[in-house]
Antibody
Framework: QVQLVESGGGLVKPGGSLRLSCAAS????????MNWIRQAPGKGPEFLGF???????YYADSVQGRLTISRDNAKNSLYLQMSSLRAEDTAVYYC?????????WGQGTLVAVSS | DIVMTQSPDFLAVSLGERATINCKSS????????????LAWYQQKLGQSPKLLIL???TRQSGVPDRFSGSGSGTDFNLTITGLQAEDVALYFC?????????FGGGTKVELK
């Protein structure tokens, strides 16, 4: 079955950087649109961006310039590079499969931005 | 961005009773070109990630029990759970995918009365 496993979260200081990973299995990763979505405590999810099977990127304006999404189809892996982190970036970060609608989500990895 | 507003924030329902959650979008999510509403519903149980229940406003995802149904069009939508089960206690979110970026509602928490 579809499995998505995020890793790389943790505590980071304001202004710092972090790279998240998502390991995928159970489906043809290279054919899938893959997304990063985050959920701050007590809030609804927030779409961050996607990478298409061909590598086309789309980012939400709210994070444009601070986030970089990439993929390695040979490793069935998705990545999120985050920089200039702020307290309001504190959230659980999920990778999810799908184009605009998300039919499979990972368990999430917590990113906490605090001094 | 299209703003999604859900109501109520909390809903307490007895076992076997009906739960209805409302979701309103700040702009229409109905496509004139294909007459489809670009609206999805997710369920998030405590400590878990969201699970897709319904897309196109009323199409159940494979494996979703038929006690879950979606309705509505344009800017006003409902998710109805007919005959609430204990395992339905969860947070429910709507999401529009008509505008860019896709946006989610703030969530409705369904609890047992």
């Amino acid at each position: 079955q579809v499995q998505l496993v995020e890793s790389g979260g943790g505590l980071v200081k304001p202004g710092g950087s972090l790279r998240l990973s998502c390991a995928a299995s159970g489906f043809t990763f290279s054919d899938a649109y893959m997304n990063w979505i985050r959920q701050a405590p007590g809030k609804g999810p927030e779409f961050l961006g996607f990478i298409s099977p061909s590598g086309t990127l789309y980012y939400a304006d709210s994070v444009q310039g601070r986030l970089t999404i990439s993929r390695d189809n040979a490793k069935n892996s998705l990545y999120l590079q985050m920089s200039s982190l702020r307290a309001e970036d504190t959230a659980v970060y999920y990778c999810a499969r799908g184009q605009w609608v998300f039919d499979s989500w990972g368990q999430g990895t917590l990113v906490a931005v605090s001094s | 961005d299209i703003v999604m507003t859900q109501s109520p924030d909390f809903l307490a329902v007895s076992l076997g009773e009906r739960a209805t959650i409302n979701c309103k979008s700040s702009q229409t999510v109905l496509s004139i070109s294909n007459n489809k509403n670009f609206l999805a519903w997710y369920q998030q149980k405590l400590g878990q990630s969201p699970k897709l229940l319904i897309l196109w406003a009323s199409t159940r995802q494979s494996g979703v029990p038929d006690r879950f149904s979606g309705s509505g069009s344009g800017t006003d939508f409902n998710l109805t759970i007919t005959g609430l089960q204990a395992e339905d206690v969860a947070l429910y979110f709507c999401q529009q995918y008509y505008g860019r970026p896709p946006t989610f509602g703030g969530g409705t928490k369904v609890e047992l009365k």
